[in-house]
């Protein structure tokens, strides 16, 4: 997407000069670059229209936020396992349950 944001203004320019051989020649690197990033490009969609920046930017912004409060939901339950082990390995101390990690201190 990047080389194909550089190249697009050559080509709009060469679009512009209604295709002039001296233009093609004078940049014909750059829109050798445009015509392989935009074949690229539609490989990758399938032939469907390429969204806009901003549309992008907007989808970026809402995964990010959506990836924080999922973050913050694993924190929580991380949090509350460990809670749960802690309580578990007390009960357990309490019963007199002992697993092999007691038995080395029990001799």
Do not use: C, W
């Amino acid at each position: 997407m990047v080389q194909y944001a550089k190249t697009r203004p050559v080509f709009d320019n060469y679009k512009a000069a209604r295709y002039s051989k001296k233009y093609l020649a004078e940049h014909e690197a750059e829109l050798a670059d445009y015509r392989a990033a935009k074949a690229a490009m539609s490989d990758l969609l399938g032939g469907a229209k390429l969204p806009k920046m901003d549309v992008l930017k907007k989808r970026r912004r809402e995964l990010a936020d959506k990836k924080k409060a999922l973050y913050a939901e694993y924190r929580k339950a991380q949090a509350d396992m460990r809670e749960a082990v802690a309580v578990k390995g007390s009960i357990d101390y309490l019963l007199g349950h002992s697993d092999g990690r007691n038995k080395a201190q029990e001799r």
